[in-house]
């Protein structure tokens, strides 16, 4: 079992940044992929960008250039950094893991355990 907490969503204006972190309960460097979706009410959950142990990124195409995803394995934490928001940004941001396989990473059902959420709201 691995225990996810995600911290720092809050109410930011369009052209602000946010940083979201996500705590793991068991060594990061353990978990071969840490990944963040995003949800809106009546929407399926979205990928936004998953990292791998060994190093390797990838981003929705919703994201890339603006938000930048990191993990320190000294304090078994993930961060999203997210720059340029946009109201289109605005969604409750969950952090998730996963262990194996690399493929469908940008499939929620794939990942094995997840966090609460963090509540991200960019105004225009």
């Known amino acids: 079992q691995v225990q996810l907490v995600e911290s720092g969503g809050r109410l930011v204006q369009a052209g602000g940044s946010l940083r979201l972190s996500c705590a793991a309960s068991k060594p990061t460097f353990r978990i071969d992929g840490m990944g963040w979706f995003r949800q809106v009410p009546g929407k399926e959950r979205e990928f936004v960008a998953i990292a791998w142990s060994g190093g390797s990124t990838y981003y929705a195409d919703s994201v890339k250039g603006r938000f930048t995803i990191s993990r320190d394995n000294a304090k078994n934490t993930v961060y999203l950094q997210m720059n340029s928001l946009k109201p289109e940004d605005t969604a409750v941001y969950y952090c998730?893991?996963?262990?194996?396989?690399?493929?469908?990473?940008?499939?929620?059902?794939?990942?094995?355990?997840w966090g609460q959420g963090t509540q991200v709201t960019v105004s225009s």
């Open positions: 998730a893991a996963r262990y194996g396989s690399r493929s469908r990473y940008g499939d929620w059902d794939s990942y094995d355990y």
